[in-house]
């Protein structure tokens, strides 16, 4: 979001993911952390600045190009466990 000029990380986000950590946990799944991939707290800024922009100009969603790189960060993470479960 952006806030006085600058963008900045929405403040539940830290909230939500301690839930999705919490909640993976319990169900004994596999907790993979967007955030920490993106760069960590308030990371959307240089999402929002590359060239292409990664983010929309809404800072909360992923633009195209943005989508694209995740994608790819989510395949490479699960090739990767895959991998190494074999």
Known sequence: RLQDGEIRSFPNVAKIRKAQKNASKRAKVAFWDLLEAMGGEHSAA??????????SSDY???????????????????????????
């Open 60 to 86: 909360a969603h992923f633009s195209a190009p943005g989508q694209q790189v995740v994608g790819k960060m989510i395949y490479e993470v699960l090739m990767k466990a895959y991998q190494d479960f074999l």
């Open 46 to 55: 240089d999402w929002a600045t590359q060239n292409p922009p990664l983010l």
